[in-house]
């Protein structure tokens, strides 16, 4: 997906943790690929596979004063969320 270092930023806002994106623009795909190379064997466990230095990660780092912004938003945000799935 497309990358947004505000929306990013906003994202870790709202859960008040930091993220660690994938370097990586299809990382569905990369996911996918990783699955198929342990079911094949060429990788001994998850661990390995996902030491690949290739990926790379970025981190984000929560914003405190963004965080206090959306802070009083999170408990709507998460009852409408809730509900979406009740009848």
Same mark, same amino acid.
């Given at each position: 997906? *497309?990358?947004?270092? !505000? +929306?990013?930023? @906003?994202?870790a806002a /709202?859960?008040?943790?930091?993220? +660690?994106?994938?370097?990586?623009?299809?990382?569905?795909?990369?996911? &996918?690929? $990783? +699955?198929? =190379?342990? &079911?094949?064997?060429? !990788? *001994?466990?998850? &661990?390995? &596979?996902?030491? /690949?230095? *290739?990926? =790379?990660?970025? #981190?984000?780092? @929560?914003?405190?004063?963004? *965080?206090?912004?959306?802070?009083?938003?999170?408990?709507?945000? @998460? =009852? #409408? $969320?809730?509900s979406?799935?009740?009848?």
């Open positions: 997906g *497309a990358r947004n270092a !505000f +929306v990013d930023a @906003v994202k /709202l859960i008040d943790r930091p993220l +660690v994106m994938p370097g990586v623009e299809e990382a569905a795909g990369i996911g &996918a690929a $990783l +699955v198929g =190379g342990l &079911a094949v064997g060429l !990788f *001994a466990s998850p &661990a390995e &596979a996902v030491r /690949l230095e *290739a990926i =790379g990660s970025t #981190r984000i780092d @929560v914003d405190p004063a963004l *965080a206090a912004v959306y802070a009083p938003l999170v408990p709507d945000l @998460v =009852g #409408r $969320l809730t979406i799935g009740e009848p």
